[in-house]
């Protein structure tokens, strides 16, 4: 697969804040890759270092094989952004705006396709280009950006929470763009808080934490890295005994309950079925859970008996 | 009204400095100017001819007070007293804007307007601080005059006086500020109200008619529309009336009440002039980055461009004037030649002119690189930048706009000079200095865009308060320098003191070099560096 973004070991400091701390991170060609973090892990920081915005403390950045930092505007031909927090010029209309930003990527004023482009999203989008960019409300401002990103074709999207703001509905069409340019075999890096619209966009995703990259790969992988919770009822431990694989056995509330690694629910059915249980249920780690692990310090809330955390802390074990 | 001294406390924090700023800054001019008159109209012979020389030539009214007699106190009032109100009224109308309107569109409002503060506290917490804020001008000044010996009555008459023409136009800057959709548009409002009410004082004063000794002039019914002529009727140390004064708070008391009364009459946001809709495609200019500098910086550059006019017009107009005023006070003469350097009365004051203009001319400059920083912190850079837009293009194109407005500025006033020399009878024999001085100008003023630029890429947290305080410092050294006395390489360090002038043997251009030079040092410094420079955008 060929890599769009390349990154090791990037490290980005603003005086004593080391905001970014050794981030890898591995975009391959088409994919759309979700970002995910708690809120100051360094994600947005991440998206202005791959726009050579800002500059690596330390660390080798590669988007399409060059640094940023050197060739940031050539690399911008190629690129369309949706920053994180999206300003507009206070005494600038939306459509001028809109315009004014697809002409400095090289769009011409009476190009068709673009004028179409931009007619198409604006209805999608119901979005209104006459008012100033200071009478806009934080979705339409939001909206904007997004027609900007859009109504320009570009290889690569970087999206800094593109759908913080719009309602349901203006999220869906948003779903329905990303559709579109992943059609068109863009590569698109999505950073958000929505895990729903993360499950359903990306094939794959990365969360960052503190500034490194704690987790990376397809949504099945991350399933399989944490455990399943079985149970089924019980008034003691002792059928538990005979079941392969059971980790954090106990017996609570007339239930016994274990956990297994998510790919081994298998090998645990059939010391089940000879028990003849009843009341089984098997539940799989909801994506909430899965993130919930890496965004908090304090997990006990949502830890089901010690399960490790991560592929690395379970080796460290 | 528990969250009124929270409030109010904020608000004075916030402005602390910037106040002790505008009430000293006031006060030391009031005692500066003392010093100065002493020494240039010592005697009551001297300030009695200068005042026939202004019955007989009104035009010198529009820029200074009212006269009221020859006496030390009254006429030092006359040269001065308009000044030290429109320090208190741009104070007052900034001071309102920027904590009614300003919090607004900022969106702090929506926050404390969410508390029990509720919507009018902190209406009244502005008001409560532009009293107190007028209340210490006020205060300042009376103690500084008084201090110069001056009679303690007059200089308490003069202290109120400006404090109270302060105190209407707080009472301006909160309506406009309830009129207006942003902090700019109410805050050029009100100074739009505060240039027009200073014009009328002035012009209402020229077409007044003089005492029969040419000491005195009774106003004309136009001084009485403007709360700066009210602020002249008290005529400190000849007079003495309050009456006026009572008449200032009156009208600020009506203005206040007006506007709580427009609060209560309209949401959160929302204003009484409603927004122009905007157009919904970009016109061919808004293409490149520079068409977008132009565009934010086309009303302010237009601004100054009027201002550069005015001058250029004043400095050939006045010219005949000042040499007339010249020949019967050489101490007059030997501050014109000490600033315009050994040229005759006539040169001298187109020298003068031009030096300030040159400040206008930086002033344009500076604002339009400032835009750059306000760009970043704004956000909206980081949007221009991740097209395929060059870090230092984009800073090259504030620079270019910066540059082309100093060109506007100083363009208006040549074309302003030349009306004025058109108006005297076909005597152009200033028309080579008025070009040699303004096109110095240009050079000195250039280097304010670079020198700006520079502290941008190097120091950008610095680049407004830093860029305007150099201003200030060059507007100092250049033009009082040479009056106050200061040494001469002080006074060359300032881009305006070393710019290419007319001297008694022709033209002086060896300074012209010196700032070529450091236009083009300076501007290859600021693009070179700006290409290893992260975005600055935290504040
Ligand atoms: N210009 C700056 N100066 C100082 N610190 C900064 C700067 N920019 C970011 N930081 C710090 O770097 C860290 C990472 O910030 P970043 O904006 O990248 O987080 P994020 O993951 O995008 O968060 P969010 O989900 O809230 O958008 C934070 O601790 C932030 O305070
Ligand atoms: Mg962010």
Same mark, same amino acid.
């Given at each position: 697969m060929v890599s769009v973004i390349a990154v090791r070991g990037l490290a980005k400091h603003f005086g004593r804040v080391h905001a970014l701390d050794g981030l890898d991170l591995d975009v391959g060609e088409g994919q759309i890759h979700g970002f995910l973090g708690p809120n100051g892990s360094g994600k947005s920081t991440t998206t202005r270092v791959l726009l050579g915005l800002a500059r690596a403390t330390s660390g080798t950045v590669e988007v399409f094989g060059v640094d940023p930092w050197r060739e940031a505007a050539a690399l911008h031909r190629r690129i369309a952004y949706v920053p994180g927090d999206v300003s507009a010029w206070p005494n600038l209309s939306g459509g001028e705006t809109i315009d004014f930003v697809a002409r400095l990527r090289g769009v011409h004023r009476h190009e068709r396709a673009y004028r179409l482009e931009r007619e198409r999203l604006m209805e999608a989008f119901l979005f209104?280009?006459?008012?100033?960019?200071?009478?806009? =409300?934080k979705g339409n401002r939001q909206k904007l950006a997004l027609i900007a990103a859009f109504a320009v074709p570009a290889e690569l999207y970087i999206l800094d929470e593109p759908t913080s703001g719009l309602d349901p509905l203006m999220a869906m069409v948003f779903q329905h763009e990303i559709a579109r340019v992943r059609e068109g075999g863009a590569t698109v890096l999505l950073s958000s808080h929505i895990l729903s619209e993360v499950e359903q966009l990306c094939d794959v995703v990365s969360i960052v934490r503190a500034g490194k990259v704690v987790e990376s790969g397809t949504l099945a992988d991350l399933r399989h890295l944490t455990r399943t919770e079985v149970s089924f009822a019980a $008034?003691?431990? =002792?059928?538990?005994? $005979?079941?392969?694989?059971?980790?954090d056995l106990r017996v609570e509330h007339g239930r016994a309950r274990f956990t297994v690694d998510s790919d081994r629910v298998s090998s645990v059915l059939p010391a089940l079925t000879a028990l003849h249980v009843e009341g089984l249920r098997i539940e799989p780690p909801s994506l909430e859970e899965l993130f919930l692990r890496h965004y908090g310090d304090d997990v006990a809330v949502v830890d089901h008996g010690g399960a490790p955390r991560t592929r690395r802390e379970a080796a460290a074990r | 009204m528990t969250a009124f001294p929270a409030l109010l406390g904020q608000r004075l924090r916030r402005d602390g400095v910037q106040l002790v700023l505008w009430t000293a800054g006031t006060a030391l001019l009031a005692s500066l100017t003392y010093v100065s008159v002493g020494q240039a109209y010592g005697t009551e012979q001297s300030r009695a001819s200068i005042l026939a020389v202004v019955m007989a030539n009104p035009v010198i009214m529009l820029f200074r007070g009212l006269p009221s007699g020859a006496g030390e106190g009254a006429f030092m009032l006359f040269l001065i007293f308009p000044f030290l109100a429109l320090l208190a009224a741009l104070m007052s109308s900034f001071l309102a804007v920027r904590h009614t309107r300003g919090d607004e569109e900022a969106g702090r409002a929506e926050l404390v307007a969410?508390?029990?503060? *509720?919507?009018?506290a902190p209406l009244l917490a502005t008001l409560a601080h532009g009293v107190l804020a007028n209340l210490v001008l006020a205060s300042l000044t009376a103690v500084a005059l008084a201090a110069t010996g001056l009679a303690v009555r007059g200089s308490v008459v003069s202290g109120l006086a400006a404090g109270a023409v302060g105190l209407t136009f707080l009472g301006v800057g909160l309506v406009a500020a309830q009129l207006m959709r942003t902090s700019s548009g109410a805050n050029s409002l009100a100074v739009w109200i505060l240039m027009l009410s200073f014009l009328a004082a002035g012009i209402g004063n020229a077409l007044g008619t003089p005492s029969t000794d040419l000491q005195r002039i009774e106003s004309s019914w136009l001084t009485w529309l403007s709360p700066f002529g009210w602020g002249e009727q008290t005529r400190p140390f000849a007079e003495d009336d309050v009456g006026p004064i009572v008449l200032c708070t009156g009208f600020a008391v009506l203005l206040a009440a007006v506007a709580v009364a427009l609060q209560s009459r309209? !949401?959160? *946001?929302?204003?009484?002039v409603p927004e122009r809709h905007g157009r919904s495609e970009a016109p061919a200019t808004l293409s490149s980055p520079i068409g977008l500098v132009a565009r934010l910086s086309r009303p302010s550059i237009i601004g100054w461009g009027v201002g550069g006019l005015v001058t250029g017009i004043l400095a050939t107009t006045l010219a005949a004037v000042i040499r007339d005023i010249g020949a019967d006070n050489p101490a007059l003469e030997r501050i014109m030649q000490a600033i315009a350097g050994g040229v005759d009365m006539e040169q001298g004051t187109v020298v003068v002119f031009f030096t300030m203009l040159g400040i206008l001319a930086a002033c344009c400059a500076v604002q339009t690189v400032c835009r750059a920083r306000q760009e970043e912190v704004h956000g909206t850079a980081e949007l221009m930048l991740s097209t395929p837009v060059d870090r230092a293009r984009w800073l090259a194109s504030f620079m270019v706009m910066a540059f082309v407005g100093i060109v506007v500025v100083i363009g208006a006033a040549l074309v302003g000079a030349a009306a004025g020399l058109a108006s005297r009878n076909g005597d152009w024999s200033l028309l080579g200095d008025v070009a040699v001085t303004g096109a110095g100008q240009i050079a000195a003023a250039s280097v304010f865009v670079v020198v700006t630029a520079v502290i941008f890429v190097v120091a950008p947290r610095l680049t407004i308060p830093l860029g305007w305080a150099l201003v200030l410092i060059s507007m100092v050294l250049g033009l009082f320098g040479p009056l106050f006395g200061f040494p001469d390489w002080a006074v060359r360090l300032s881009p305006t003191g070393v710019a290419p002038t007319v001297t008694s043997d022709g033209v !002086?251009?060896? *300074?012209l070099w010196w700032l070529l030079a450091a236009v083009v040092a300076g501007g290859a410094l600021a693009l070179g560096l700006m290409r290893r420079r992260d975005l600055a955008p935290a504040g």
């Amino acid at each position: 697969m060929v890599s769009v973004i390349a990154v090791r070991g990037l490290a980005k400091h603003f005086g004593r804040v080391h905001a970014l701390d050794g981030l890898d991170l591995d975009v391959g060609e088409g994919q759309i890759h979700g970002f995910l973090g708690p809120n100051g892990s360094g994600k947005s920081t991440t998206t202005r270092v791959l726009l050579g915005l800002a500059r690596a403390t330390s660390g080798t950045v590669e988007v399409f094989g060059v640094d940023p930092w050197r060739e940031a505007a050539a690399l911008h031909r190629r690129i369309a952004y949706v920053p994180g927090d999206v300003s507009a010029w206070p005494n600038l209309s939306g459509g001028e705006t809109i315009d004014f930003v697809a002409r400095l990527r090289g769009v011409h004023r009476h190009e068709r396709a673009y004028r179409l482009e931009r007619e198409r999203l604006m209805e999608a989008f119901l979005f209104d280009p006459h008012k100033k960019g200071r009478a806009y =409300s934080k979705g339409n401002r939001q909206k904007l950006a997004l027609i900007a990103a859009f109504a320009v074709p570009a290889e690569l999207y970087i999206l800094d929470e593109p759908t913080s703001g719009l309602d349901p509905l203006m999220a869906m069409v948003f779903q329905h763009e990303i559709a579109r340019v992943r059609e068109g075999g863009a590569t698109v890096l999505l950073s958000s808080h929505i895990l729903s619209e993360v499950e359903q966009l990306c094939d794959v995703v990365s969360i960052v934490r503190a500034g490194k990259v704690v987790e990376s790969g397809t949504l099945a992988d991350l399933r399989h890295l944490t455990r399943t919770e079985v149970s089924f009822a019980a $008034s003691d431990a =002792s059928p538990l005994a $005979s079941v392969p694989d059971a980790h954090d056995l106990r017996v609570e509330h007339g239930r016994a309950r274990f956990t297994v690694d998510s790919d081994r629910v298998s090998s645990v059915l059939p010391a089940l079925t000879a028990l003849h249980v009843e009341g089984l249920r098997i539940e799989p780690p909801s994506l909430e859970e899965l993130f919930l692990r890496h965004y908090g310090d304090d997990v006990a809330v949502v830890d089901h008996g010690g399960a490790p955390r991560t592929r690395r802390e379970a080796a460290a074990r | 009204m528990t969250a009124f001294p929270a409030l109010l406390g904020q608000r004075l924090r916030r402005d602390g400095v910037q106040l002790v700023l505008w009430t000293a800054g006031t006060a030391l001019l009031a005692s500066l100017t003392y010093v100065s008159v002493g020494q240039a109209y010592g005697t009551e012979q001297s300030r009695a001819s200068i005042l026939a020389v202004v019955m007989a030539n009104p035009v010198i009214m529009l820029f200074r007070g009212l006269p009221s007699g020859a006496g030390e106190g009254a006429f030092m009032l006359f040269l001065i007293f308009p000044f030290l109100a429109l320090l208190a009224a741009l104070m007052s109308s900034f001071l309102a804007v920027r904590h009614t309107r300003g919090d607004e569109e900022a969106g702090r409002a929506e926050l404390v307007a969410a508390t029990r503060a *509720g919507r009018r506290a902190p209406l009244l917490a502005t008001l409560a601080h532009g009293v107190l804020a007028n209340l210490v001008l006020a205060s300042l000044t009376a103690v500084a005059l008084a201090a110069t010996g001056l009679a303690v009555r007059g200089s308490v008459v003069s202290g109120l006086a400006a404090g109270a023409v302060g105190l209407t136009f707080l009472g301006v800057g909160l309506v406009a500020a309830q009129l207006m959709r942003t902090s700019s548009g109410a805050n050029s409002l009100a100074v739009w109200i505060l240039m027009l009410s200073f014009l009328a004082a002035g012009i209402g004063n020229a077409l007044g008619t003089p005492s029969t000794d040419l000491q005195r002039i009774e106003s004309s019914w136009l001084t009485w529309l403007s709360p700066f002529g009210w602020g002249e009727q008290t005529r400190p140390f000849a007079e003495d009336d309050v009456g006026p004064i009572v008449l200032c708070t009156g009208f600020a008391v009506l203005l206040a009440a007006v506007a709580v009364a427009l609060q209560s009459r309209r !949401d959160l *946001g929302a204003s009484f002039v409603p927004e122009r809709h905007g157009r919904s495609e970009a016109p061919a200019t808004l293409s490149s980055p520079i068409g977008l500098v132009a565009r934010l910086s086309r009303p302010s550059i237009i601004g100054w461009g009027v201002g550069g006019l005015v001058t250029g017009i004043l400095a050939t107009t006045l010219a005949a004037v000042i040499r007339d005023i010249g020949a019967d006070n050489p101490a007059l003469e030997r501050i014109m030649q000490a600033i315009a350097g050994g040229v005759d009365m006539e040169q001298g004051t187109v020298v003068v002119f031009f030096t300030m203009l040159g400040i206008l001319a930086a002033c344009c400059a500076v604002q339009t690189v400032c835009r750059a920083r306000q760009e970043e912190v704004h956000g909206t850079a980081e949007l221009m930048l991740s097209t395929p837009v060059d870090r230092a293009r984009w800073l090259a194109s504030f620079m270019v706009m910066a540059f082309v407005g100093i060109v506007v500025v100083i363009g208006a006033a040549l074309v302003g000079a030349a009306a004025g020399l058109a108006s005297r009878n076909g005597d152009w024999s200033l028309l080579g200095d008025v070009a040699v001085t303004g096109a110095g100008q240009i050079a000195a003023a250039s280097v304010f865009v670079v020198v700006t630029a520079v502290i941008f890429v190097v120091a950008p947290r610095l680049t407004i308060p830093l860029g305007w305080a150099l201003v200030l410092i060059s507007m100092v050294l250049g033009l009082f320098g040479p009056l106050f006395g200061f040494p001469d390489w002080a006074v060359r360090l300032s881009p305006t003191g070393v710019a290419p002038t007319v001297t008694s043997d022709g033209v !002086d251009v060896q *300074g012209l070099w010196w700032l070529l030079a450091a236009v083009v040092a300076g501007g290859a410094l600021a693009l070179g560096l700006m290409r290893r420079r992260d975005l600055a955008p935290a504040g």
